[in-house]
């Protein structure tokens, strides 16, 4: 059992990670819970598969249950669903004192965390995230949101957990697609905080992995403790967790978000940055030569054809109204070490491969 206490300024929570937690899942939730009315949030695969048992635990504690089963993918992030599910919630006759748990992956837990700040101003909410990427980073953090027309995640709030529980062994069931997607948020954090994670990771057999998957989780989970509570909401520091987004952002914009999933655009963004940050000597040479060897290693991709330069720029936000605006962008000065830079956001034209 590996457990994390993340300390804020006016709140703090504890982070359980061990294989099996979830059949133990009744006593925790009866530790937070402050009465006895509970609405689950989960999506429709994480229900088929988890649903009835997460159900019957807490009903054998004697909890009064409501399960709010969404549509999986990014579309439940909608006003529409936000709305829905607080009607529910609001017919259940939740009050303040009740407990909200989000049951499934990021997606879930963004929605759920927002409805849990928005019901009655702030109801109490758990993670219990079931994706590699909610596990070692959604779930983590207190941001909650949900996506609008004008971009992903431009509504929401920075609302804490009062605990987060993860069950390594739920990955059992994740698509391979989705576990790479989380390696990459994983790989990034190697890259921009811990070389011992990086090189073990780079290291391990699939046996080897599978056997240190607590002390992965545990140790991604521990980086983005350490980040948010020194910049809970995002001014500072915490942009270091944005490395290779920058880029794979505006990949995953340029191919419509149909071509590359976020952790492989984010895998992207991380080789290209770096390769072009080593000529321009920001980044140690051989630096992107293995951040190549590890993305390739958990089947991540490396190799892109950008040939639109305007769509890729304009994916960028760089258009003429915005010339001379500056732009924080991540590198890394060798594996494990990170650091802001501040340019002028049409410079980054320069860490961008073009064909
Ligand atoms: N709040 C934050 O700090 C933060 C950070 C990173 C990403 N995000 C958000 O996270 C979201 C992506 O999250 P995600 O990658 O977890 O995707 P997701 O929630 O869409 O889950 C991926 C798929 O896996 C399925 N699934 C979930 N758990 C499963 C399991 N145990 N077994 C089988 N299938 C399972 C889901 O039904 C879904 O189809 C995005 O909306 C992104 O904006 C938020």
Redesign the pocket.
Known sequence: MYKLGVRLFDHSYPIYIEKGLFDEIGSYIKDVAKTKKISIVT????DR??GEKLVDILQKEGFNIKKIVVE???KS?SFATFERVLNEMLDFSMTRSDLIIAF???????LT?FVASSLLRGVDFVQI??????QV?????????I?TNYG??LVGAFYQPVGVYIDPN??????QR?LA??MA?VIKYGCIKDKNLFYDLLSYSEKEFDKNIEKIIYTCCNIKRIVVEKDEKDTGDRMLLNFGHTIGHAIEKYFNYESF???EAVALGMYMITKTAETLGDTSMGTSEVIKEILRKYSLPVLIDLKDRDKVLNAIGLDKKNIGKSLNIILLKEVGQSYIKKIQLEEIEKYIEFN
């Open positions: 999506d429709s695969n994480v598969l988890y999986p993918g990014e992030k499934g992956g990021g997606v879930v837990g963004d965390g995230p079931t994706t590699l990427l909610s980073d959604s779930s983590v953090g207190g941001k909650v949101a996506n992903k995640n739920l990955l059992k069931t994740l698509d989705y997607d989380g948020e999933t976020h952790g």
